[in-house]
T-cell receptor, first 112, second 116 residues
Framework: KNEVEQSPQNLTAQEGEFITINCSYSVGISALHWLQQHPGGGIVSLFMLSSGKKKHGRLIATINIQEKHSSLHITASHPRDSAVYICAVSFSEETSGSRLTFGEGTQLTVNP | GAGVSQSPSNKVTEKGKDVELRCDPISGHTALYWYRQSLGQGLEFLIYFQGNSAPDKSGLPSDRFSAERTGGSVSTLTIQRTQQEDSAVYLC??????????????FGDGTRLSIL
C-alpha cells in the first residue's frame, strides 16, 4: 500500500466548476506538497503546508494533521488548469533530508 | 534567477551503453534530489545530496546507478550498462537546505531517457 493515496485518479470537469482533489497519508509527516505537472513533464510546486490552509489565486490547499488528509481545491476551473496534480509528503530526517514520497497523481481535464 | 537546469533534455541510447545525466541546481541550494518517473508510474526517489555528501542513496535501484556532486553544485547521475527498464524521465530538484521538511523543492524539466 502506497504511503500516499490520492483520489480521484482521473477527473474531468467543465470550465467554471469547483474541483477538489484529495490526498491521504499513513504516517506522520513534516510537510505536504502539492505539485502540478503539465504535458511535457515540467513540475511546479504549488503549495507546501504543514498545517491549516493556504491560498494562491484560484487554488486553495488545506491539511488536517489529525486525520492525515489534505485537499486541493480549484475554484472557477479553466482549461489551462488541465494537468496532473501530485500530492507528496516529506519527513524530517537527518539522513534523508526532505525527500519526497509521491502519490500516483490526479489527471485533471477541464473542458471549455 | 535561473531555475534548476538539466541536460540533456532527451537522450536515446542503445542497451548496454553508459549514460550521464547532469543537474545544475539553483545557486545557493545545498540540498539536491534525483527522482525518476517511469512511463505510467509515479515519481520515485533515487538519491539525496546535502552539499557534496549523499546521506541517502536508498532509492538507487541497482549498483549500475551512481551519482556524485561536486563543489556543492552540479550533480551527475550515471547509469552503467543501461537496460530497457531504465527508460524513464529523470528529474532533479533542489532546495535551500533540508529545512526540516519545510523547504519547497524546485524541479528541473527532466531528462527523458530512452533505451533501445
Amino acid at each position: 500500500k502506497n504511503e500516499v493515496e490520492q483520489s480521484p485518479q482521473n477527473l474531468t470537469a467543465q470550465e467554471g466548476e469547483f474541483i477538489t482533489i484529495n490526498c491521504s497519508y499513513s504516517v506522520g509527516i513534516s510537510a505536504l506538497h502539492w505539485l502540478q505537472q503539465h504535458p511535457g513533464g515540467g513540475i511546479v510546486s504549488l503549495f507546501m503546508l504543514s498545517s491549516g490552509k493556504k491560498k494562491h489565486g484560484r487554488l486553495i490547499a488545506t491539511i488536517n494533521i489529525q486525520e492525515k488528509h489534505s485537499s486541493l481545491h480549484i475554484t472557477a476551473s479553466h482549461p489551462r488548469d488541465s494537468a496532473v496534480y501530485i500530492c507528496a509528503v516529506s519527513f524530517s530526517e537527518e539522513t534523508s533530508g526532505s525527500r519526497l514520497t509521491f502519490g500516483e497523481g490526479t489527471q485533471l481535464t477541464v473542458n471549455p | 534567477g535561473a531555475g534548476v537546469s538539466q541536460s540533456p533534455s532527451n537522450k536515446v541510447t542503445e542497451k548496454g551503453k553508459d549514460v550521464e545525466l547532469r543537474c545544475d541546481p539553483i545557486s545557493g541550494h545545498t540540498a539536491l534530489y534525483w527522482y525518476r518517473q517511469s512511463l505510467g508510474q509515479g515519481l520515485e526517489f533515487l538519491i539525496y545530496f546535502q552539499g557534496n555528501s549523499a546521506p541517502d542513496k536508498s532509492g538507487l535501484p541497482s549498483d549500475r546507478f551512481s551519482a556524485e556532486r561536486t563543489g556543492g553544485s552540479v550533480s551527475t547521475l550515471t547509469i552503467q550498462r543501461t537496460q530497457q527498464e531504465d527508460s524513464a524521465v529523470y528529474l532533479c530538484a533542489s532546495s535551500l537546505g533540508s529545512g526540516g521538511g519545510h523547504q519547497p523543492q524546485h524541479f528541473g524539466d527532466g531528462t527523458r531517457l530512452s533505451i533501445l
